[in-house]
């Protein structure tokens, strides 16, 4: 009886993963290519469709920056944390490649061995409700593969690319969670509701 609840679980949440992980793709779908540097400048050399003599005005992901982190040759900055009505927390924004070379995201990775398989991503990271002393690990679908970006060769040299991850969402009542990736050091992120 226990193997066919897990079977049938297991094939509800990754039902469910498939699902999210269409939609964050048809989200991504407008942002201009992974890479693409979005500086105020560049976007106003392109054209604005704001009036001449108008400051544009900047979206609502350029104006919130949740928290920034460094270490290594990366410099990481999280932009959202969006609790959703299904019981997912998606957190995303960008890292950027402060080295002098490609970087592969190998220290990133999971110790799981569901979650080896994913190489370069954010399949290590996890999320910490302090008040609620809860530790959340990455979601991944019924094939181990995880609800996160992978870094498929690498990036380059002064790139920033965009990145999300998944996770179980916390309770309710929990407004701040604990984001860690890698070596790097905690990030707190404040969680609002999509």
């Known amino acids: 009886m226990n193997k066919w609840r897990d079977r049938k679980v297991r094939s509800v949440l990754g039902a469910v993963a498939v ?10 779908c407008g942002t201009g290519g992974e890479g693409e540097d979005r ?7 392109r054209g604005s469709s704001a009036s001449e003599g108008e400051d544009p005005k900047p979206s609502a992901t350029e ?15 999280v932009k959202s944390a969006v609790r ?8 995303s924004g960008d890292v950027q490649n402060t080295g ?13 061995r569901e979650l080896k398989k994913n190489g370069g991503s954010l399949a290590g990271a996890t999320i910490v409700d ?11 679908d ?5 609800l996160c970006t992978k870094f498929e060769g ?24 604990e984001l860690q990736i890698g070596a790097m050091p905690p990030a707190t992120i404040q969680i609002s509701e999509g």
Do not use: H
């Open 19 to 28: 699902v999210n992980v269409l939609a964050l793709a048809m989200v991504g």
């Open 39 to 45: 500086s105020p400048s560049k976007e106003n050399s």
């Open 63 to 77: 104006r919130q920056v949740l928290a920034q982190i460094k270490g290594g040759d990366v410099a990481v900055t």
């Open 84 to 91: 959703d009505s299904g019981g997912f927390l998606t957190v």
């Open 100 to 112: 002098s070379g490609i970087w592969l995201a190998s220290d990133w990775q999971s110790d799981e």
């Open 130 to 140: 302090t008040a609620a002393k809860k530790k959340y690990l990455v979601l991944r």
């Open 142 to 146: 019924t094939t181990g593969r995880c």
């Open 154 to 177: 690498g990036v380059d040299e002064g790139k920033t690319v965009d990145w999300y991850a998944q996770f179980p969402a916390p309770p309710q009542e929990s407004e701040k969670v």
